[in-house]
């Protein structure tokens, strides 16, 4: 409660010194976001210079920390008075709430000049829609269902990336045997979810990935195919080194890196990480779907476009909008950040062997209907039900529960938070 | 009888009092007092991403006490909090007599049992992840050592993680608690010691029979204190466990957090912040009532 009343506090005082600002008449757009370290800074960096560069006056309001929790706070502080920016880093459904309050303005005009519509897949289009209309703008596209492994490692027991679930639990056996690590795993309950996913996309297929996790068909959660994906988790579970509560991603894919482990499960900002270690893909590492026929999970990063007063105000959130969708800025920022454009016709030129992969297999899975939202990465469930799949996920993979309770108790979870 | 009438700079020297703390007092009944009404309006609607002023009753709560992490988490609470004063309290007056039997150094011993204090939770328990960490601390080094079976992965571990959470915070709190018992072993009237030895009373004796009973209004304060710390306990969680392995570590705060900024659920994040007060005033005002009480008839 203190924290409550703490961060509403600091979010006013936050909000009172913006407004103090004077208004000009040239193009002007504030921009909260969470992207403040490393990469990311550096792509926001070049999305300023573009809009700069086109005459607009940029205000920087960066809020570090907490995976976007603290901006969450801020923004929440600013839209109940009355003064939101003008575009705010949010994604998934968190983009629908916001509209369904009637915070987010309507880009249309903008979309419609641009010819959105064309370059974006549809599975985006329904994340960055509200009834109808654009409300946001999607910045870029993570895949969330890789394996990251290392070549070398995998040799030493003859085996390859596996391709379904089943080579991939004889492979790990090899890798066991043999005294390796064969899953390169940090145990916090976003990265067990992310792996969760994948197996509920793999063992499930993409039909029941869709029923349970998007639809929360009861059903389908309470289903002998569940039971089964929570087995196979059982057996990830022995597939990790004890060490892995609490492990960092980015430690587990230095763990491949090393050669202490051979695979890990992650999205492709995983790849930022071999890329600063100088790693070459293909070659001192593989990036290889998850076992699937042809799902793709996505994350999607966008800017929501809040509903702003005064010309100025209006006209820098126009053009923001266009620049975050213009291919120039889609290509330059999707380098820097490791995952690939949300519009289809960006130049592959520059883009790494995983980046295309991703590509393909984003177009493909978009013609074949198997182009789905990440639930552990807030695209398919908003905060309270993705929270309750995250719990009960973790709870299952850091305990000896077993998979007929799991199921039982995701059932009763999800109930409890629709 | 008539009074005569106040000068202007009397009335204000005697409302000087007033008008000090009366902004102080303001602004505690507003953020304070005005925040827990607010807050538990909150909790009896239905509020999700934003503050939602319809009353829906007592839903918010049902929900709560329907979630397994909010079980756990209560449930560490009462693990947490109590064998943390307790251990802290114990350790702190055992060090604290300890330290008082007029050794040498004692200002160096003395500031180094206080250090603790003056590091954050955050570093504290980023120090203790370390320490604790299989494959880092302690557990590789005794086994370096040549004690092969020795374990202490307590963080890793769905059942000990809660205790790690206790070794941190009594590593953290026991010196300012041997601090508090330290001044009061000081300030116990000498003369009835003496008198007490002289009769004959052994030290355990005259420590457990007259010592200790007189320090009662310092016990109160390290209840009071601790038990505070043990219910906003939540930057120690996040740094040494991350509430983890799974969700088995964390406590009432990381739940409101987490439900509140993560989850959108400002309902039942206002729930559990209320269960939370109502928690500590249960303790609290009884404690503090009794003892404040029994001061007065002294």
């Known amino acids: 409660m203190k924290t409550i009343s703490l961060s509403l506090v600091s979010a006013l005082a936050l909000s009172a010194t913006f407004m103090a600002t004077p208004s000009l008449a040239n193009p002007k757009a504030e921009v909260l976001h969470y992207w403040t370290s490393g990469g990311e800074a550096a792509a926001v960096k070049s999305l300023q210079e573009a809009f700069a560069a086109r005459g607009g006056e940029w205000v920087d309001a960066p809020v570090a920390g907490g995976g976007g929790d603290a901006q969450a706070a801020v923004l929440r502080a600013r839209v109940l008075a009355g003064d939101p920016p003008a575009a705010v880093q949010i994604k998934g459904p968190n983009i629908q709430e916001w509209a369904e309050a009637g915070a987010l303005a309507d880009l249309s005009s903008v979309a419609s000049a641009q010819n959105w519509d064309a370059v974006l897949p549809a599975a985006i289009q329904d994340i960055v829609k509200y009834e109808g209309n654009y409300v946001a703008v999607p910045v870029n596209v993570h895949r969330v269902d890789w394996i990251w492994a290392n070549p070398e490692v995998l040799a030493k027991v003859g085996a390859t990336v596996p391709t379904t679930w089943d080579e991939f639990n004889a492979t790990a056996d090899k890798l066991l045997a043999a005294g390796i690590i064969p899953l390169a795993h940090g145990g916090q309950p976003w990265q067990d979810a992310t792996v969760f996913e994948t197996v509920v996309l793999g063992i499930g297929g993409v039909d029941f990935y869709r029923k349970a996790l998007v639809d929360l068909d009861m059903d389908a959660l309470g289903s002998d195919t569940m039971v089964k994906v929570f087995d196979q988790m059982r057996k990830m579970r022995g597939y990790v080194d004890p060490d892995f509560p609490g492990r960092d991603w980015n430690l587990a894919t230095a763990m491949v890196m090393r050669g202490e482990a051979a695979m890990q499960i992650m999205g492709d900002w995983a790849k930022g990480e071999f890329a600063a270690a100088g790693k070459v893909p293909g070659k001192d590492y593989i990036c290889a779907s998850t076992p699937s026929e042809n799902g793709y999970l996505l994350n999607s990063d966008s800017f929501a476009m809040f509903e702003v007063s005064g010309e100025d105000n209006k006209q820098g959130q126009a053009l923001l909008a266009e620049l975050i969708l213009g291919t120039e800025f889609q290509e330059t920022f999707n380098l820097l950040k490791g995952s690939i454009p949300a519009r289809t016709d960006v130049p592959r030129g520059k883009f790494d062997d995983c980046a295309i992969k991703s590509m393909d297999d984003m177009v493909s899975a978009a013609e074949g209907g198997t182009l789905l939202g990440s639930m552990a990465h807030e695209i398919a469930q908003s905060g309270a039900v993705r929270g309750a799949f995250i719990d009960v996920a973790t709870a299952h993979f850091n305990s000896d529960m077993s998979s007929e309770e799991a199921v039982s108790k995701l059932v009763d979870a999800i109930k409890l938070a629709q | ?298």
């Open chain 2, 1 to 298: 009888m008539t009074r005569p009438p106040l000068k202007l700079t009397d009335r204000i020297a005697r409302a000087l009092p007033q008008i000090v703390v009366a902004p102080s007092f303001a602004a505690i009944l507003f953020f304070v007092y005005g925040f827990i009404i607010w807050t538990g309006y909150i909790s009896l609607t239905k509020s999700k991403m934003l503050p939602n002023y319809n009353l829906i009753g007592f839903r918010p709560y049902e929900r709560l006490f329907q979630m397994d992490r909010w079980s756990v988490a209560l449930e560490n609470l009462f693990v947490f909090g109590f064998l943390f004063i307790f251990a802290a309290i114990v350790i702190g007056c055992l060090l604290a007599i300890l330290l008082d039997q007029k050794i040498r150094a004692e200002g160096f011993i003395r500031t180094i049992y206080l250090y603790p204090m003056a590091i954050s939770f955050i570093i504290t328990g980023t120090a203790w992840k370390w320490i604790m960490n299989p494959s880092l601390g302690l557990e590789t080094v005794v086994r370096g050592w040549g004690w092969e079976s020795f374990s202490f992965g307590w963080t890793n571990s769905e059942t000990m993680a809660v205790y790690a959470l206790v070794m941190a915070a009594v590593w953290q709190s026991a010196g300012f608690v041997m601090a508090l018992f330290l001044s009061a072993l000081r300030s116990v009237d000498q003369d009835i010691i003496k008198a007490a030895s002289l009769d004959g009373a052994s030290p355990w004796r005259i420590y457990i029979r007259i010592i200790l009973p007189s320090m009662r209004p310092v016990f109160m304060s390290a209840v009071v204190i601790l038990a505070h710390l043990a219910i906003k306990s939540f930057d120690l969680v996040v740094a040494l466990t991350g509430g983890g392995p799974g969700y088995a570590s964390t406590l009432p705060a990381n739940f409101m957090y987490e439900m509140t900024f993560r989850r959108n659920e400002i309902g039942v994040g206002a729930a559990s912040a209320m269960v939370m007060l109502a928690t500590v005033a249960a303790i609290m005002v009884p404690y503090l009532y009794s003892e404040l009480r029994g001061k007065k008839h002294v």
